[in-house]
């Protein structure tokens, strides 16, 4: 951790956002084992893999390390925040313990609200999830229309990317990268290889074409890891840019799951990123969350 005095020295600090993945084979022949584009491109699009894991770690006890940071616009470390915490279930009822809990520098408005946006959906998706109890249900609330507030769609884009997404100016359609529309600004890239040193996977990687002009996509890479036994997805990362006259964002985001017992459940999320949007001051954060010893 860095000290108050080295913080306002201290560069943007970028968390680790490559998966957790050694390549075995630069390119495999997926029609050798069966299997086509279009098997991938589905099993991304119907995946719930990532809101269940998110759902049912709220069965377990786990720690949990959040490091997070904000930046001023010459990268410099402007705030700080790190959490170390324990959650213990018993029974359906939880419990929360925060074993470390310290803030530095400039992270609040005067109202004791988080200054950033960015922080304010890091609390909503990631540290309330530790303080709910169990819940059932299995998929991502509704976006469409008038449905879906502007947290939940930005929670979809997170979970389920490669998706259309209702009710965001001039970005739905470009979420939507295997449409008709948008296919056929990307490429695709196969590979094997092996993820936590011993699980025997698929890296199925969607890239844009670099012919592409920046204003026509929005995902740059979509990446995402297979495991080879049962198809279920281990593994995610995004690269996102785009900018016009209204907004000006460059977001790379990687989300890993590990699996426990019957289930898969969260182990790593990274995140850097830039955002300018009308009427928000421009934000700069990343954060790396951690966690590990579920039982």
């Known amino acids: 951790m860095l000290s108050a005095s080295d913080s306002s020295k201290a560069q943007r600090y970028n968390p680790d956002t490559t998966l957790t993945i050694v390549i075995d084979t ?34 377990y006890s786990f720690v949990a390390e959040n490091h997070l940071y904000t930046y001023d616009k010459k990268n410099k470390i402007e705030g700080e925040i790190y959490r170390k915490v324990r959650r213990t279930m018993t029974g359906n009822k939880s419990k929360v313990e925060y074993l470390v809990k310290q803030d530095k520098g400039k992270l609040y408005k005067k109202n004791g609200k988080y200054d950033l946006y960015t922080l304010e959906m890091f609390d909503y998706i990631f540290d309330n999830a530790y303080k709910s109890d169990f819940t059932s249900g299995e998929r991502l609330p509704s976006t469409d229309g008038k449905n879906g507030s502007y947290k939940d769609k930005l929670k979809m884009l997170i979970f389920q990317p490669g998706r259309k997404i209702s009710g965001i100016p001039f970005l739905s359609k470009k979420t939507e990268i295997f449409g008709k529309d948008m296919r056929q600004f990307y490429f695709y890239q196969f590979a094997r290889g092996t993820y936590l040193d011993s699980i025997p996977v698929y890296r199925f990687k969607v890239i844009r074409k670099p012919s592409i002009a920046d204003g026509d996509v929005m995902i740059n890479e979509l990446t995402t890891i297979f495991d080879v036994r049962d198809f279920k997805i281990l593994g995610r990362y995004v690269d996102m840019k785009y900018s016009n006259l209204l907004f000006d964002f460059d977001v790379k985001m990687n989300i890993e799951l590990v699996p426990f017992r019957d289930k898969l459940l969260p182990a790593k999320i990274s995140y850097q990123g830039n955002w300018d949007v009308p009427l928000h001051k421009e934000e700069r954060a990343s954060f790396l969350i951690t966690q590990k010893e579920y039982h």
């Open 26 to 59: 630069a390119v495999v022949n997926i029609r050798a084992h069966k299997l086509t584009e279009q098997d991938f491109i589905d099993a991304v699009v119907a995946d719930t893999g990532f809101y269940k894991a998110f759902r049912d770690m709220k069965r």
